[in-house]
């Protein structure tokens, strides 16, 4: 039997790094690709070499992390970095299969003629769960080359930070890119006109206001986004959106449930596992108890608790735990909401929803919370029933010292709230008691600011909120960064 030879490994590498020969770039493929506003946070990191620390870029299945990776590639030449020195390798290529992490940047040596040992070099690696014990062989060989900038990317989100935050203390930066945001959605379909920017604060956290030019329209994309929107492959091809359960639920989702996590956790039970994300997509933004879901499933709520312990460190949802009346957290965290991370999850397990549609608002609101994930924020919701004082509030913002509300917001799918503020008893009585002077309400297409018992009410539309949300946090990240 024939063994793979160092000469064809040495062509593979070659392959895969074209720019080391001609033009000098990407592959047209790639380069006619536009780049995701999460690059201008990225590219700092893999720039940065006073400390030694790899960057492990980490995120769900297909949200883009391999273009990435290309565009940080093209931004280095363009910043003048000679093509050689920075070397791509796609660790799942089964050429690779055996080989250590130091042996592949033997191999990307020998491939390059870079003498990495003594001039600046950038390696990525992309794919690096496939290499067992990674984290371990990256780990030495950051100690080991300390002219290196080594940049792992990877799609088994829960292994890599769980191994990450294991191994990599004080070595690995972790960098998470999350699913398309609204505001993103719009800039790579180059819809960004849609929306206008109004006004901007002052001082070190501004923060910008938009409205839309033709809510009709902003409308319209923001129900594409809640079906499509998430994930950048999706939002361009006519034909994955016709078929989105083959893509999204058998590419990206059973991967999760019935290889990655499993091969992690060591589940047995595969069923049990998909039959809680089931249930929790479905009931996205609504309150759930641990009781309810023990009994309809017959598992026991320590299992479920583990479940969704794993579910959350794949990135596939996220839980919000509950307040009462006076923001005070409850020491059993028996009810709770879960909200996909990605609201297009919803609509390749079960089917894409219309304007009009019953979910509507619960998807909704659960787009505007995957824009805050994305931030570090402490989310909350709160629900109180004491005797005939009973309600809810969708979300409420703690503050990290003060452990008190920042602000408070609604999600509604509807405009009659802004003719019958009244009918938003819950909000305002929470308000009152907690002294906030404003809170907001997403509407349908109106934008109005009233004034209801004395608390200042404004009202936006939901996908004018959305942009927003989704805009700041990533231009807040860049001041930050800058």
């Keep these: 039997m024939q063994e793979i030879s160092s000469a064809e490994i040495v062509q593979r590498i070659r392959t895969e790094n074209p720019w080391w020969e001609g033009a000098h770039t990407i592959s047209p493929f790639f380069a006619g690709m536009k780049r995701r506003a999460y690059f201008t946070l990225l590219f700092p990191l893999v720039n940065e070499r006073t400390t030694r620390r790899a960057v492990v870029l980490m995120g769900p299945r297909r949200v883009g992390k391999t273009v990435m990776i290309y565009h940080t590639v093209q931004a280095l030449i363009d910043q003048g970095v000679r093509p050689q020195a920075i070397g791509y390798i796609s660790v799942d290529h089964p050429i690779y299969n055996g080989l250590s992490l130091e042996k592949l940047f033997e191999f990307y040596g020998q491939s390059s003629g870079c003498d990495y040992r003594h001039n600046e070099v950038w390696m990525l690696f992309d794919e690096i769960q496939y290499l067992r014990n990674w984290e371990v062989h990256l780990k030495a060989a950051i100690d080991t080359h300390p002219n290196v900038k080594f940049i792992a990317s990877g799609s088994a989100a829960a292994a890599l930070r769980l191994k990450s935050n294991e191994s990599g203390a004080g070595r690995f930066t ?13 800039d790579l379909i180059d819809k960004g006109d849609l929306v206008e920017k109004q006004e901007s604060g002052s001082g070190g956290e501004k923060r910008y206001f938009f409205t839309a030019r033709k809510i009709e329209a902003l409308n319209e994309e923001f129900i594409r986004y809640l079906n499509y929107g998430g994930y950048p492959e999706v939002i361009f091809s006519s034909e994955i959106q016709g078929n989105l359960e083959r893509f999204i639920k058998s590419d990206i989702i059973d991967k999760v449930l019935l290889r990655d996590l499993p091969s992690l956790y060591g589940i047995g039970d595969i069923q049990e596992l998909n039959y809680l994300f089931t249930t929790l997509a479905f009931n996205t ?32 949802i996220r839980i919000v735990h509950r307040v009462d009346h006076t923001s005070k957290r409850f020491h059993r965290a028996n009810f709770f909401k879960a909200y ?15 304007a009009e549609d019953d979910a509507i608002g619960r998807l909704a609101e659960t787009a505007i919370l995957s824009q805050w994930f994305h931030s570090d924020a402490t989310l909350h919701y709160a629900r109180w029933e004491k005797g005939s004082d009973k309600g809810e509030v969708d979300i409420v913002s703690l503050g990290s010292e003060t452990q008190k509300p920042n602000w408070a917001v609604e999600v509604k799918w509807s405009d009659r709230f802004c003719e019958h503020p009244s009918e938003l008893a819950s909000l305002i009585s929470f308000s009152h008691r907690n002294h906030l002077k404003r809170a907001l309400v997403t509407s349908k297409t109106k934008t109005i600011v009233c004034n209801e018992r004395n608390l200042e009410i404004e009202f936006v539309p939901a996908s004018v909120y959305c942009y927003t949300v989704g805009y700041n946090i990533i231009h807040s990240k860049n001041r930050r960064t800058a």
């Design 174 to 186: 972790d960098f998470l890119l999350p699913p398309l945001t609204f505001y993103e959605y719009l």
């Design 340 to 354: 996909l991370t990605n609201p297009t999850m919803r609509a390749a397990l079960f089917a894409p929803i219309a």
């Design 285 to 316: 933004a609504n309150e759930i108890s641990l009781q309810e879901l023990a009994v309809n499933s017959g598992v026991a709520k320590n299992t479920i608790k583990r479940y969704i312990e794993y579910l959350e460190a794949a990135f596939l």
